[in-house]
């Protein structure tokens, strides 16, 4: 294996000797599936986002410009792929079931009946989390899920990190208001 840096690589494949890609493809196929592979839940899906994420990324090469690291930029790459290819399975009503749901807003102050199951629970929770916007659903994503400090958020969002901490708490407030009313009408029932 090749110990140059990436950017070496990248004046390489930008000079025209597009073989060198191969070597960041090797380098960076795990973190890009593995992204994948947790928005989309679907091993074959995942696959296809990330070979569509490494293919974008070629294309779109020369438009790196090295504010980041290439990871990050590939990282925003890949995720926006997969996000993108679970909006088209959501709106063909295929949506993904979320794990550990609980432990993404343990922050959140909701009283819950004892008599709702774990399973209703997670329901209302997921509920809640698919009526936030997408970027709301992304920055949840991004820090409760694949659990990237604020600044990484900032640099894939494009946004300040003070902007992502503000937009967080505000996003958490969202979500405790829609639970609490979610869960006051289940327990009406």
Same mark, same amino acid.
């Given at each position: 294996?090749?110990?140059q840096?990436?950017?070496?690589?990248?004046?390489?494949?930008?000079?025209?000797?597009?073989?060198?890609?191969?070597?960041?493809?090797?380098?960076?196929q795990?973190?890009?599936?593995?992204?994948?592979?947790?928005?989309?839940?679907?091993?074959?899906?995942?696959?296809?986002?990330?070979?569509?994420?490494?293919?974008?990324?070629?294309?779109s090469?020369?438009?790196?410009?090295?504010?980041?690291?290439?990871?990050?930029? %590939?990282?925003k *790459? &890949?995720y926006?792929?997969?996000?993108?290819?679970?909006? !088209? #399975?959501? $709106?063909?009503?295929?949506?993904?079931?979320?794990?550990?749901?609980?432990?993404?807003?343990?922050?959140?102050?909701?009283?819950?009946?004892?008599?709702?199951?774990?399973?209703?629970?997670?329901?209302?929770?997921?509920?809640?989390?698919?009526?936030?916007?997408?970027?709301?659903?992304?920055?949840?994503?991004?820090?409760?899920?694949?659990?990237?400090? %604020?600044?990484? *958020? &900032?640099?894939?969002?494009?946004?300040?990190?003070?902007? !992502? #901490?503000? $937009?967080?708490?505000?996003?958490?407030?969202?979500?405790?208001?829609?639970?609490?009313k979610?869960?006051?009408?289940?327990?009406?029932?």
């Open positions: 294996m090749n110990k840096s990436d950017e070496w690589h990248i004046e390489k494949v930008l000079a025209g000797e597009t073989l060198a890609f191969s070597h960041l493809v090797e380098k960076y795990h973190m890009v599936f593995t992204i994948s592979c947790k928005i989309l839940d679907n091993k074959e899906e995942a696959e296809d986002a990330a070979q569509e994420s490494f293919i974008k990324a070629f294309k090469l020369s438009t790196f410009n090295n504010k980041s690291s290439f990871s990050t930029w %590939l990282y *790459i &890949a926006n792929q997969a996000i993108d290819k679970l909006k !088209i #399975k959501k $709106k063909r009503g295929n949506l993904i079931e979320i794990d550990d749901v609980n432990e993404a807003i343990e922050n959140i102050d909701i009283e819950i009946d004892s008599h709702i199951d774990n399973k209703e629970i997670q329901l209302i929770i997921k509920q809640g989390i698919e009526r936030l916007p997408s970027t709301d659903q992304l920055i949840m994503t991004l820090y409760y899920y694949d659990g990237l400090r %604020l600044k990484e *958020i &900032a640099e894939i969002m494009g946004l300040e990190e003070n902007n !992502i #901490k503000i $937009k967080l708490f505000r996003i958490r407030n969202k979500l405790s208001s829609f639970l609490k979610d869960l006051q009408a289940y327990n009406e029932k």
